[in-house]
C-alpha cells in the first residue's frame, strides 16, 4: 500500500481533529498516513526519510505538585533531563500512564501531536528542533505524521522554548 497524502474526509478522525487544529493555528499542514509505523521516533524517521533528530516526539509530563499537564515537544535525538526542565518548568515533574496521556490530549500514545489536544496544555519546545529546516511530528495516531517548518510550529503550538 503506499503512503497518502490526506487533507480531507478519508482521514482518521483523530488525525482530522489535528488538520483542523492546524489549520485554526494559522498552520495549513498535509497529514501523510504512512504505510508502516511511525509510533516511535525511530520508526517515524525510517518512515519519513529523515533524520531521528528531526522527529518530534510529544511527550506528556505532570506536575508533581500541581496535577497540571505538561507538553514537550523533544528531538527525537534527545532525552528530557527531567531535572533541567523541571527548572525551566519551576515545579519537579512525573510522567503520566497512558490512560493519563489519553484523557489529558484526546489521543493513544504513539499518535500524540504537538497541538490539537482535549484541552489545552503548557508545551515546551526542544530548541534543537530549531536547527533544521524541516521537522515531522505525529498527526494522531502511529501512522499519521505531518511535516513543518519548526518556527512555524513553534508559533501555531504557542511553546516556550528549552534546551534540552
Ligand atoms: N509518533 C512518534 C513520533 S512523532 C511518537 O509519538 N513518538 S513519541 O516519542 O512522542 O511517543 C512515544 C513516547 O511515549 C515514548 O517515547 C515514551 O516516552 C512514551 N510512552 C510509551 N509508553 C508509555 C506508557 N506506557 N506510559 C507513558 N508514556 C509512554
Not at 534527545?78 to 503520566?96: H, Q
Not at 484541552?119 to 519546545?125: D, I
Not at 505531518?146 to 510550529?153: D, G, I, S, Y
Request: glycine share 8%; hydrophobic share 50%.
Amino acid at each position: 500500500m503506499a503512503d497518502t497524502d490526506e487533507t480531507g474526509d478519508d482521514l482518521p478522525p483523530a488525525a482530522r481533529r489535528v488538520a483542523e487544529a492546524a489549520r485554526a493555528a494559522g498552520l495549513p499542514i498535509a497529514i501523510r498516513v504512512m504505510a508502516q509505523s511511525t509510533r516511535t521516533a525511530q520508526e517515524a524517521a525510517a518512515a519519513c526519510g529523515c533524520d531521528v533528530a528531526q522527529i518530534v516526539k510529544s511527550l506528556l509530563f505532570r506536575g508533581a505538585d500541581s496535577g497540571r499537564p505538561y507538553l514537550l515537544l523533544v528531538s527525537g535525538a534527545n532525552r528530557v533531563d527531567e531535572a533541567r526542565a523541571a527548572a525551566t518548568i519551576g515545579e519537579a515533574l512525573t510522567r503520566p500512564d497512558a490512560r493519563f496521556v489519553r484523557e489529558t490530549t484526546g489521543y493513544a500514545i504513539g499518535g500524540v501531536p504537538p497541538l490539537g489536544h482535549a484541552a489545552p496544555l503548557a508545551v515546551y519546545m526542544d530548541e534543537a528542533l530549531l536547527g533544521f529546516d524541516t521537522v515531522w511530528a505525529a498527526a494522531g495516531t502511529p501512522l499519521a505524521v505531518f511535516a513543518a517548518a519548526p518556527r512555524a510550529l513553534l508559533a501555531a503550538t504557542g511553546a516556550r522554548t528549552m534546551t534540552m
